[in-house]
């Protein structure tokens, strides 16, 4: 028996769905027509790993079965090219991010075509593309606008030796993933999307999804709305401080609990703030807030 050679095969069959454009999703799709979309690759290393086809090959078993039953499926393929990880890897290669994003979304194409998933190629995009980009300025002007994008200062995790911001997940014990530096708490002035103002719209739309319920509560959760009052406390004799200058606002859902309140404990980075205005603390609080963040 003649050896099977899938490679003949696979090849065979891709560039046959290539030519006659198999998973083109139409311009103007019937009623019956459904989006797919998986999460974008970082091209922020030179392949894919393992974790890639676990999901896309999930979600082309979904694509594939929907088109079996007459349903037009858009399901297009891009690349997160911009943020840390583009950052990261330029930094690490010694190479400018523009270069090697393209090189690794060439590698990265050709991997996951070998793959025979079924995307729609004429839909590829990637983020770094000014014709994409363009959008995602436009759109953020417009919360600017009104008022749903705006600057604030907040506590971020700041790499003395990269110089750069590092998200949570890249703090190791209090270490820079990458360089293995102590990492730093820095108050920063940054942008900010006020996306607790559709709190309510969030959470009603969600009773739309046909999502499982474990999901959809993982959702409410994370948009955090809670009925509840805000409630001001003033700072009084505390020596150095002028009294009823200083305050405290604090929200509570259980506002009828407010008059069994004996203390009040606030958190290092509030603390820190307070300090570096000029508030009056002992050593032991200093240390505290210090080894705290």
């Known amino acids: 028996m003649e050896k099977y050679d899938h490679k003949i095969i696979e090849n065979k069959w891709q560039q046959v769905w290539q030519d006659k454009n198999t998973f083109s999703a139409a311009e103007l799709p019937k009623d019956d027509a459904a989006y797919i979309l998986d ?4 091209p922020s290393a030179q ?6 086809p ?6 082309d078993i979904y694509s594939r079965y929907l088109r079996m039953k007459g349903v037009e499926v858009l399901h ?6 911009f943020g840390l990880p583009a950052e990261n890897y330029a930094i690490k290669t010694g190479r400018h991010p523009r270069v090697t994003t393209a090189e690794n979304i060439d590698n990265i194409r050709r991997q996951i075509k070998s793959l025979g998933f079924s995307y729609d190629w004429a839909r590829e995009i990637s983020t770094a593309d000014p014709v994409y980009y363009r959008w995602t300025q436009w759109l953020f002007l417009q919360l600017y606008k009104k008022g749903l994008a705006y600057r604030a200062e907040a506590p971020v995790n700041w790499c003395p030796s990269c110089q750069t911001v590092l998200a949570n997940e ?3 014990d209090g270490k820079c993933e990458r360089c293995q530096s102590e990492v730093e708490q820095r108050q920063m002035n940054q942008w900010f999307f006020k996306i607790t103002a559709f709190a309510k719209e969030l959470l ?3 009773d739309k999804l046909d999502w499982p319920e474990p999901l959809k509560e993982m959702q409410r959760n994370w948009i955090g709305q809670s009925q509840g009052a805000q409630v001001r406390f003033y700072l009084t004799g505390i020596p150095g401080q002028e009294d009823k200058k200083h305050f405290v606002d604090i929200f509570t859902t259980r506002l009828d609990t407010i008059f069994g309140a004996t203390f009040m404990v606030i958190s290092p980075e509030l603390a820190r703030r307070w300090i570096e205005v000029g508030w009056q603390a002992s050593d032991q609080v200093k240390k505290y807030v210090s080894e705290a963040l």
């Open 76 to 81: 297009p393929m891009g690349w997160d090219a």
């Open 39 to 42: 999460m974008f690759p970082y």
């Open 54 to 59: 676990e999901g896309y090959t999930a979600t």
């Open 170 to 172: 890249q703090v190791v």
């Open 204 to 206: 009603k739309d969600l």
């Open 47 to 52: 392949g894919l790993h393992v974790g890639h």
